[in-house]
Nanobody, 123 residues
Framework: QVHLVESGGGLVQAGGSLRLSCAHS????????MGWFRQAPGKEREFVAA????????VYADSVKGRFTISRDNPKNTLYLQLNDLKVDDTAVYYC????????????????WGQGTQVAVSS
């Protein structure tokens, strides 16, 4: 069983920063990709960023490229998402997710999900 627990969300003004964390416990896999997705009210869940746990390859959605940074701390089994220059449109619940397989930018490619953490950006 896999457990993912996000933290670090909150309310911030436009232009501000936050750092989200996702603690991974439970089962480990030989190849793992972890990603961040977000879902705003009335919208579908969308891809934000992903990282290969072993190779450290990263991929970002165009909407966050240059502003968000995904990273991981292997000894701590923790995934991070640094959010800089936040915009009102970044307001959403942010979810971390884990795939035992290859990197994917679609939600269906991930088997395990956290409960989400709310990010609210005010103008």
């Amino acid at each position: 069983q896999v457990h993912l627990v996000e933290s670090g969300g909150g309310l911030v003004q436009a232009g501000g920063s936050l750092r989200l964390s996702c603690a991974h416990s439970g089962r480990r896999f030989s190849t793992t990709t972890m990603g961040w997705f977000r879902q705003a009210p009335g919208k579908e869940r969308e891809f934000v960023a992903a990282i290969s746990w072993i190779l450290d390859n990263t991929v970002y959605a165009d909407s966050v490229k240059g502003r968000f940074t995904i990273s991981r701390d292997n000894p701590k089994n923790t995934l991070y998402l640094q959010l800089n220059d936040l915009k009102v449109d970044d307001t959403a619940v942010y979810y971390c997710a884990l795939s035992p397989g290859t990197m994917s930018i679609v939600a269906a490619g991930y088997d395990y999900w956290g409960q989400g953490t709310q990010v609210a950006v005010s103008s």
